[in-house]
């Protein structure tokens, strides 16, 4: 049975990973999830898929519902015996209307859980290399809301007081009032000179922040938006020495993963690591093979083969879970050896308690080859290919002709994954995309599918490709894409390293240019 519950849950300031465990276990639970426009949607992945999600955003003055009607609906969904996650940005209790929507949960006799999420005021400055407290700088910090109207009579804001008062003032929602709000404390007795920082989207990769003091930030931060926050304190000095995030090598750009959904986090992660924006553009999805029955065969003699020889994850992980889904495990394969393409498909063979008997050292079939042929000879050794239904001939028939008997098999399939609603092609026009990577040959040719031939050559000179190897980067040039960024080794992290590489030479070229 289940019980009406709502979890008023603070989803922190954007950087989605910001969020607290408990914060992430309301949203892994909830039948339904109420989430604001400053909520990072990359959180409701971790949402159970049959959740009911609602936005409920206001942005500027666009509301898609009154608060009104947020309580109401707050109270509707949970008397439906229901776990409602209401999701808000930062913490809830912080200007995010937490307690009035918490009042009248109280009054409709609705249980509630408020969790505290990371505050705008606490986490943006922060990224942008501000601590708000130092014992040097300050003892004091104040969070004020900057929408108060200015033409009204009384303010609610003790000008006088918090002019001097206070050390570091963060402000929220104030950018349309800056002039306002720099001009009061500066009337109340603020120096001048006071530093100011104005940092927008802060925590995620499109942070941006303009410094500059009470006197002249008004005239510098005139093309920043909301959101944004204002920090205001000699805190903000300390910018110059402490600003990790904004200075990681990818900070600032955003990278295209065309590789299929489930193999995407693991090159997605790294990217973000380094600061990037990362934008998933599946362009294959893995799915079982026409045919199951020659993989049975192959599985139900597994014992008459020498070798099992693994070009991908995705082929390590159809070959086992089709062994076991025939009620096999791995002591079936005793004495049978196993080659691995590359460290990812080993790491992906050992998910299986097996160790990998042979590892070519470079990750490509024509390395496959040289070693197995190293190793056993090859002449005489029977070698089951567990592969994709689009996989290279080269390795099947190069073991042939040195005399191997070779079972090559489907075990799952690629297909082009259906197009994301986003808009690539202008978005790479614009430049508001930098590098695009490939994974595979059918990364690349489902991309230029995708994104359309004639598109293709209109491509080059907006925006890099990246590859992952010599093949793959074949296949590119083949449809007409020039490839800037070549991984050395290739694998992920070979890959990341090349982009790392490419960008901070660039980045060493420019800073030539401007001297
Ligand atoms: N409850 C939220 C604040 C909601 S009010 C919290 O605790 O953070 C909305 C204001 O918060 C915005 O106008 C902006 O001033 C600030 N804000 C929230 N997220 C921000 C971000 N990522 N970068 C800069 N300012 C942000």
Redesign the pocket.
């Known amino acids: 049975m289940k019980r009406s519950l709502v979890y008023l849950v603070?989803a922190?300031?954007?950087?989605p990973r910001l969020i607290t465990v408990k914060g992430l276990e309301c949203i892994k639970k909830a039948d339904v999830i109420i989430y604001?426009y400053?909520v990072n949607i990359d959180l409701l992945k971790a949402a159970r898929p049959d959740a009911e999600f609602i936005y409920v955003g206001k942005q500027g003055g666009a509301h898609t519902l009154e608060q009104d009607e947020i309580n109401q609906l707050l109270v509707k969904k949970a008397l439906e015996d229901k776990i409602v996650t209401r999701l808000?940005?930062?913490?809830?209790?912080?200007?995010?209307?937490?307690g009035e929507e918490a009042l009248v949960l109280h009054e409709n006799r609705v249980p509630f859980e408020v969790v505290p999420?990371?505050?705008?005021?606490i986490?943006?400055p922060n990224y942008a290399g501000i601590p708000v407290t130092h014992r040097d700088f300050t003892s004091t910090f104040g969070l004020i809301?900057?929408?108060e109207d200015p033409t009204k009579d009384e303010s609610s804001i003790d000008w006088a007081k918090i002019s001097t008062g206070i050390g570091t003032l963060a402000?929220?929602?104030?950018?349309k009032n800056l002039p306002y709000i720099t001009g009061q404390l500066m009337k109340h007795g603020r120096s001048k000179d006071t530093p100011v920082a104005v940092?927008?989207?802060?925590?995620?990769p499109q942070?941006k922040t303009v410094v500059g003091t009470l006197d002249t930030i008004v005239q510098k931060a005139k093309d920043i938006r909301?959101?944004?926050?204002?920090i205001v304190g000699e805190v903000v000095k300390l910018r110059e020495q402490l600003n990790w995030f904004e200075t990681k090598p990818l900070f600032g750009k955003t990278i295209v993963v065309t590789r299929s959904r489930e193999q995407a986090s693991e090159f997605a992660d790294q990217l973000y690591e380094h600061g990037a924006q990362v934008i998933e553009f599946p362009t294959i999805e893995i799915t079982k093979p026409d045919a199951v029955q020659p993989l049975d065969e192959a599985i139900n003699s597994i014992q008459s083969y020498d070798w099992l020889v693994f070009t991908s994850i995705n082929g390590a992980d159809a070959f086992f879970q089709r062994l076991f889904e025939l009620g096999k495990d791995i002591r079936d394969l005793k004495g049978i050896k196993v080659c691995a393409i590359g460290p990812a498909t080993e790491g992906g063979i050992e998910k299986y308690h097996i160790k990998v008997d042979c590892r070519p050292p470079k990750f490509v079939a024509e390395s496959v080859v040289e070693e197995l042929k190293k190793i056993t000879g090859i002449k005489g050794e029977k070698f089951l290919l567990p592969r994709a239904d689009i996989a290279r001939s080269f390795l099947p028939e190069e073991l042939q002709k040195l005399g191997g008997e070779v079972t090559d098999l489907v075990a799952y399939k690629t297909i082009m994954a259906q197009p994301r609603n986003i808009n690539l092609v202008d978005k790479i026009k614009n430049g508001e995309i930098h590098i695009i990577t490939f994974t595979s040959s059918s990364t690349v040719r489902n991309f230029a599918q995708i994104v359309g031939e004639k598109n293709i050559a209109a491509l080059n000179g907006h925006v890099q490709f990246a590859s992952i190897g010599p093949i793959t980067t074949q296949t590119a040039e083949d449809v007409g894409l020039r490839v800037t960024i070549r991984a050395d080794e290739y694998t992920i992290p070979g890959l990341v390293s090349a982009i790392l590489k490419s960008v901070t030479s660039a980045t060493i070229q420019n800073s030539y240019k401007s001297l």
């Open positions: 603070g922190g300031p954007g950087d604001d400053l808000k940005g930062g913490d809830p209790y912080v200007f995010g209307r937490g999420g990371i505050t705008a005021a986490a943006t809301t900057g929408h402000f929220y929602m104030g950018i940092i927008r989207w802060g925590t995620t942070q909301p959101p944004a926050i204002t």
